[in-house]
């Protein structure tokens, strides 16, 4: 599969906004936990009708015009998570029922390649291609893939 889409940002333009270099800005980008809020935003804008969840506390990111449910993530340089993102971090366990739980509401993702900013492909996977991967074994133990797998999947699929 292809991207989808891409987004495009403006380096220079957003690092003298924000007063800081452009370096300090590709590192701010490339982080999924900060850049998660914005690219929320811009997923919106490509999922015609879609609007954001009501709260940062729901259980997705955005539902469709069908009232269904997206999760918006962050492929970086260590690869990517489908779980919750509560069961992703130091002291948190991945839980396979609570995953599988979470996987059969959404509609799908839209995964954002941010280790390219400024130029970030973006793949919008239904619900069932990830489910496929899991039962297959594709995904690790914990729903964490790394980044060359990621694409190499997304490739053939």
Known sequence: MDPSGYFRFELDKIAEALGISQHDTQLYFTDGRRV????????VEVMEGSRL????GSG???IDRY???????????????FCPSYMVGS????????????LDDMEGYIVTDISEFPTMPY???RYDLVKRWWD????GSNSKIPRNK?????KES
């Open 36 to 43: 998660s809020f914005l690219i929320e935003r811009r997923a």
């Open 53 to 56: 969840a009501p709260s940062e």
């Open 60 to 62: 997705f990111d955005l």
């Open 67 to 81: 009232d269904g449910h997206w999760e918006v993530r962050s492929l970086t340089k260590g690869g990517i998570y």
């Open 91 to 102: 002291g948190r366990k991945f839980d396979e029922f609570g995953f599988l739980e979470k």
């Open 123 to 125: 793949w919008i996977i």
């Open 136 to 139: 297959s074994g594709e995904l």
């Open 150 to 154: 990621f694409l190499r999947l997304i």
